[in-house]
């Protein structure tokens, strides 16, 4: 069974805080050894400027337990936290008239917020390795109809970095499919009427709540007030699947709230920055990488025929490209390859290159590790590819496309993305989808950011990659 999460969530906002005034602390001190000014006067001033930030770190809630391991929100409160002390810290400067005064907001304060989210990122890798272990985990009692908990138990089994483990299971009848008392190995606990007591047991630390016949506001709403005072979290699903962050807002009507969904951002200055960024990534990579990428073309010649491998994708607006990868099977398996494709989609599921036995050796720690991909980077070069984005796909699958598939066109596909973070070929053709669709409707920098962290984690475990 997993522990509350109470504990370990006060251990990790403790173990934040004194990362942070560390971090903070460590870039006083440089500062006092590298730089110009009086060590007596650097002590006094940085004693000021830790505790100023100390206090503009705790107003910006960057220490609050509920952001332990919350992906862009733990990271946004933090450097708002360093912003508001560097404005705190000029504003003093200036009114006081004090010289030498700019090392410490324009190089002491940003080294000292580039060394604390460091320190997070360790204290969220580290988070993430216990999860994945069993431990730090948020204990749930899932609400809803079979389909809408069992969607649940997949999801955070398939992602346990989120914290949540499922417990228990409370449907409208109080069984599972066919009468059973599991849902995917969950024992179910009670029907609806149950939900109360449950909640106020102590044997769960989330209560999540999802669309069921019967359950009611005013239900939802009784049962919020006897979960008072409990310490039990209350999550409901607004049933709008896929869609979150920037693009959900609260609204009121007479004291109704609302969640008002803006349109998604296809378009516009973030996308031309996007498009910058990709390109000077590119050709960055492209330059650090040349040498690497020399010695695996030589790998591949050495197996006989090409170096590379062109195949026709589709692009952004439909529009097809030719993609190009370091070959990584013997030149005559092509044939092959194609009937195993056209095999594939006609049972209408994703084509797993490890079935094919023609990989040349080389070939195979290629895509083992997605180096075969590389050559990818000349794509998003000249502009038919981003680095994040939705899987390219082939010609023949876009034809079968269903209208919400035909989304993933919206955008320009990627060397990576949510699919090759999230499992790559061991998921389903429904799961990609998903995912990419979800990476579509709700596209931020920040987003794109998250996905390149991960791309390298994958990239050196090698999961799921054929």
């Known amino acids: 069974m997993a522990a509350s999460p109470a504990r370990w969530r006060l251990r990790y906002a403790l173990t934040a805080a004194l990362t942070d005034i560390a971090a903070v602390s460590a870039a006083v001190l440089s500062y006092g050894l590298f730089g110009s000014s009086p060590h007596g006067r650097v002590l006094g001033v940085g004693v000021v400027v830790v505790l100023l930030t100390a206090v503009s770190l705790a107003v910006s809630r960057a220490w609050d337990a509920d952001t332990a391991g919350g992906g862009s929100r733990e990271f946004t409160r933090l450097l708002r936290g360093f912003l508001g002390s560097a404005v705190a810290i000029g504003l003093i400067i200036l009114a006081a008239g004090l010289d030498h005064g700019r090392p410490w907001v324009f190089a002491v304060l940003p080294t000292g917020a580039a060394l604390a989210v460091f320190g997070r990122l360790w204290l969220r890798h580290e988070l993430h390795r216990r999860r994945r272990a069993g431990q730090a ?15 649940l138990i997949r999801r955070t089994r398939r992602v346990p970095e989120h914290g949540w483990i499922v417990d228990g299971v409370c449907t409208p009848a109080g069984t599972g499919p066919d009468g059973a008392s599991y849902v995917d190995g969950v024992h179910v606990v009670g029907d609806l009427d149950a939900v109360p007591a449950l909640a106020r047991s102590g044997q769960f630390d989330v209560v999540s709540v999802g669309q069921a016949p019967g359950w009611t506001t005013t239900r939802l709403q009784r049962l919020a007030w006897e979960m008072e005072g409990t310490g039990v979290e209350l999550a409901v699903d607004p049933g709008l699947m896929e869609v979150a962050g920037p693009r959900l807002h609260v609204a009121s009507v007479d004291g109704l709230p609302l969640l008002r969904l803006s349109h998604p951002t296809f ?6 920055l996007k498009g910058g960024i990709d390109r000077v990534g590119a050709l960055v990579a492209l330059v650090l990488l040349s040498l690497p990428m020399l010695v695996i073309a030589g790998l591949v010649k050495l197996d006989g025929g090409p170096v590379f491998f062109l195949q026709r994708r589709v692009g952004v607006g ?20 194609e009937a195993l494709r056209k095999a594939d989609e006609g049972n209408g599921v994703l084509f797993k290159l490890r079935r094919d036995p023609r990989v040349t050796r080389t070939g195979a720690v290629l895509r083992r590790y997605s180096l075969d991909e590389l050559p990818q980077l000349f794509n998003v070069l000249t502009g038919s590819m981003s680095l994040v984005g939705p899987r390219p796909p082939l010609p023949r699958e876009v034809a079968g496309y269903a209208n919400d598939a035909r989304r993933r066109l919206l955008v320009k596909p990627g060397m990576t993305g949510l699919w090759q973070v999230s499992g790559r070929s061991d998921l389903s053709w429904e799961e990609t989808v998903r995912l990419d669709l979800r990476y579509v409707e709700n596209w931020t920098m920040a987003l794109d950011a998250q996905i390149l962290a991960r791309t390298v984690h994958a990239m050196v475990r090698g999961d799921g990659a054929y």
């Not at 370091?326 to 390859?337: C, G, H, I, T, Y």
């Open 318 to 337: 439909g529009r097809e490209f030719r993609m190009v990868k370091f070959r990584s099977m013997v030149v005559d398996a092509e044939a092959r390859l």
């Open 137 to 151: 985990m948020a204990r749930v009692l899932a609400v809803g109809d079979l389909d809408g908990v069992a969607g």
């Open 267 to 272: 378009r516009g200055l973030s996308r031309l």
